[in-house]
């Protein structure tokens, strides 16, 4: 069975844009995909660090979502992916947003995420994929946060090369 999720992307160490797009064309060998615009913001953690990239994808997937984790779990290492502080750099980040209608929550796993609908990086791309998104009822769109956004628009095209 095919489910409709959304992953967001980030980076800010490296050459991120090429990272990024990398991210996407693996993505895409899970399913079919569906890119957001690409966006710059300033980091959300420490100050003293590189400003992020920021996207989402719609990515169609028969993958349950346990093992649609441990791909992006693998992308990510295969990006050479480091912690090196809570909320600091990193070369690539895939987080699982929403899988289909579900709610998960489980040691590994909280879908819808934790920080959506905090955090206009992830609202942004996620509405140019879908305007009317909802979770749990409440459109995306309506949030306030909205409404004074801190990311700008890099890329309107088809950035991401698929």
Known sequence: MMTVTYIGLGSNLGDSRQILAEAVQKLATLGAVKTSRLYQSPPMGPQDQPNYLNAAVQLVTDLEPLALLDELQRFEQESGRVRLRRWGERTLDLDLLMYGEEQ???????VPHIGVMERDFVLMPLLDLEANLQIKGQ????????QHPTLSVLDDGNWANI
């Open 104 to 110: 998960i929550q489980n040691e590994r796993l909280t």
């Open 139 to 146: 459109l995306l769109k309506d949030l306030p946060i909205l």
